[in-house]
């Protein structure tokens, strides 16, 4: 079993930054993916962003790119979501993932453990 927890979320002006982490406890291993969903009321879970747990490799919607850079920390288990230049539309709970695949999804099946969510607003 793994555990994620997250934190960072809050309230920013439109244009504003915040940094979303996501700390991984258990049976984390070295292979396999972790991953940034997003869901805002009335939507369904959205793709945001994944790298490679031990390779670094990373992956962003379009939505986010070149806004959002996502990094990993190998200890103490933690990867980061940097949130630059936010807008409203960015407004939605936030969910850390983690994968035991051995190749990289954009869906939220392909993800077996998650995160209990922290709520990011952005005020216009």
């Known amino acids: 079993q793994v555990q994620l927890v997250e934190s960072g979320g809050g309230l920013v002006q439109a244009g504003g930054s915040l940094r979303l982490s996501c700390a991984a406890s258990g049976r984390t291993g070295s292979s396999g993916f972790m991953g940034w969903f997003r869901q805002a009321p009335g939507k369904e879970r959205e793709f945001v962003a994944t790298i490679g747990w031990s390779g670094g490799s990373t992956y962003y919607a379009d939505s986010v790119k070149g806004r959002f850079t996502l990094s990993r920390d190998n200890a103490p288990n933690t990867v980061y979501l940097q949130m630059n230049s936010l807008k409203p539309e960015d407004t939605a709970v936030y969910y850390c993932?983690?994968?035991?695949?051995?190749?990289?999804?954009?869906?939220?099946?392909?993800?077996?453990?998650w995160g209990q969510g922290t709520q990011v607003t952005v005020s216009s």
């Open positions: 993932a983690a994968s035991r695949a051995t190749r990289r999804y954009t869906t939220y099946d392909g993800y077996n453990y």
